[in-house]
C-alpha cells in the first residue's frame, strides 16, 4: 500500500507550507499573499492569513493543494 501525501490544511502556518512545499509559492503570489518575507508567515496559520487579506481559505488551500498534487 502507497503512503498517503500529506495535504495542507487551513491550520499549518504559512512559512510550514512555504518550507515544506516550495512548489506553492506561485499560488501564494497569485493571491498578491507576499508573506513570504514577513515575521508573521512564521506563526500565522493559512486561515489567519486569508482572513487577513480578505480572500477565501477554502479556494487557497484547494489551490496549495492542487500545486502540490494532492488537491486530486
Request: with cysteine.
Amino acid at each position: 500500500m502507497l503512503p498517503e501525501k500529506k495535504k495542507i490544511t487551513k491550520d499549518m502556518s504559512i512559512g510550514e507550507v512555504i518550507k515544506e512545499f516550495p512548489e506553492t509559492f506561485e499560488v501564494f503570489q497569485e493571491y498578491n499573499i507576499s508573506c513570504m518575507g514577513c515575521p508573521f508567515a512564521m506563526m500565522e496559520t493559512l486561515e489567519q492569513g486569508a482572513k487577513a487579506h480578505g480572500l477565501d481559505v477554502k479556494k487557497i488551500v484547494k489551490d496549495l493543494n492542487n500545486a502540490i498534487g494532492g488537491g486530486k
